[in-house]
């Protein structure tokens, strides 16, 4: 080890001063008279000798011991960027990020950097906000506990500006649907939207093969709706813009609601919505390469319809249709007396509401607190044994 890592790793605790003596090769005399000197004159340069002045680059050694100190003890799980940006914020140490990062890494408390592997070209990003989004979700312990949970990000490939984020039990159509709603209603209609090939974006017939584009999941049925282009990814690499996004989040997410003392579900989703994710923008973001934007405003006043999930069904002799394990009832119409063999679509909404409709015209709605009971399943009868079983 170098003279300055073995100072370093005993001012922060992981080294006694004697064993660091020892390391160096020198008395505790000497060990005293190098800490006294660092005292007086700072850790960043000590007296040059040459110069009979003191370095114009020195640091007070206390301020550097705060610096080790805050890290070790309320800023122990944040990287080295998110610390330094906590240093300088919150703190008020106005130090630069590099001489943390060495102290850091000197010190023993933060990993050294590993050498970068093969060089590979990013893709270019579009030119245009509303372009080409990205939707992903990110499983991890972001409270820092045996709970995980996905957190449903949408991203825009762009600016890297995220649009939508919320953590959720698990991804599945129904959050996704979610997510893009909300991304339409608030910044509109956008042109192509890339994902995995999660079952709920796409049907693969078999494992790691492609996509059939013929066959439309409940997402890519809402999206072909709204005119939105779906883009399966093949390959991890091919998401890397979204992947890179996911690992700042997870070390910087779980630590800021540490620090909050953040531990629920809605709470964590509220402070997303109200605070961090505009302060993630702000500091993530960048200009696009055009001005201007793709997206389009969002006429359609039917999105409840276009976000659900839909399942078509044929009216029953008594106008009925069946669901799941429930029988909803039709009622008579002013322009047709019965709809018995008829065609319907049932729409289960995101707000739990079910409404059938028939072309253009609602027939039946149910809110979520009228919906009928469900009729029990019928308990499977055991299989005959084959001891009683019919011989021919």
């Known amino acids: 080890m170098k003279v300055q890592e073995v100072i370093m790793k005993a001012m ?16 505790d005399r000497t060990m005293r008279r190098w800490r006294e000197r660092m005292a007086e004159h700072g850790y960043d340069g000590l007296y040059d000798y040459r110069k009979q002045r003191p370095s114009p680059k020195r640091l007070p050694v206390a301020t550097l011991e705060k610096v080790l100190r805050l890290y070790q003890e309320e800023y122990f799980d944040f990287n080295i960027r998110h610390f330094h940006e906590k240093l300088v914020e919150v703190e008020g140490i106005e130090i630069s990020y590099t001489w943390v990062r060495l102290a850091l890494q000197a010190a023993g408390l ?35 506990d045996e ?26 159509t129904r959050t996704v649907m979610t997510a893009l709603r909300e991304v339409v209603e608030q910044q509109g209609i956008f042109c192509s939207l890339y994902s995995d090939r999660a079952s709920h974006f796409f049907v693969t017939p078999k494992a790691g093969e ?26 991890p690499q091919a998401r ?4 890179r996004s996911f690992r700042t989040w997870q070390g910087r997410l779980p630590q800021e609601l540490r620090l909050r003392g ?3 579900l809605a709470a964590a989703n509220e402070f997303l919505r109200r605070e961090y994710m505009a302060e993630f923008n702000q500091r993530f973001t960048v200009a696009a390469a055009e001005k201007g934007s793709a997206f389009l405003r969002c006429r359609r006043r039917d999105l409840d319809g276009v976000f659900s999930i839909q399942h078509e069904r044929t009216v029953n002799r ?44 609602e027939v039946a709605r149910y809110p979520a607190a009228e919906l009928p009971e469900p009729k029990p399943k019928r308990p499977r009868s055991p299989r005959p044994s084959a001891s009683h079983r019919r011989v021919p």
């Open 147 to 172: 709970r995980r949970y996905d957190l449903i990000s949408v991203l825009d490939d762009a600016t890297s500006e995220i649009y939508y984020s919320q953590l959720v039990e698990e991804e599945s």
């Open 210 to 235: 492609k996509v059939d584009p013929h066959r439309l999941t409940q997402v890519g049925r809402a999206l072909q709706e709204l005119g939105v282009k779906m883009i399966p990814a093949y390959s």
């Open 318 to 361: 008594d106008n009925t249709v069946a669901v799941g394990n429930r029988i909803l009832q039709i009622q008579k119409t002013r322009w047709r007396n019965t709809l018995a063999g008829c065609a319907v679509v049932v729409q289960e909404r995101l707000d739990g509401t079910v409404v059938i409709v028939y072309g253009p015209h």
């Open 12 to 27: 922060a605790g992981k080294l006694k001063w004697c064993e660091a003596a020892e390391i160096l090769g020198v008395t």
């Open 110 to 144: 933060a990993e050294k950097r590993k050498r970068r592997g093969t060089h590979r070209k990013r893709r270019p990003r579009r030119s245009l906000p509303g372009m080409l989004l990205h939707i992903d979700g990110s499983d991890h312990g972001w409270f820092q």
């Open 240 to 243: 890397g813009r979204g992947e």
């Open 262 to 264: 953040i531990t629920t």
